[in-house]
């Protein structure tokens, strides 16, 4: 588990998304690693289903996926 901190995301990434990352910060800067992986898996799920629908585009797509080192 790990958030690469040299990869951006782009800014005007929907709401939902930006909160959902917030989150995650959160409690990866409290090392809260259950809280983590709960709502990591989540996020995950959320990411592909904004892609699927086209509210991100496959480059967000691998962006997000390269900074939560999601395989």
Known sequence: MYIDEKISLRDNLPDELQR??????????AN???????????????????????????DDLNCIFSKYGIA
């Open 20 to 29: 959902d990352f917030k989150e995650l910060q959160g409690y990866y800067d």
């Open 32 to 58: 809260d690693w259950f809280m983590f992986d709960t709502v990591f898996e989540a996020v995950e799920a959320s990411v592909k289903a904004y892609y699927l629908a086209g509210k991100i585009s496959r």
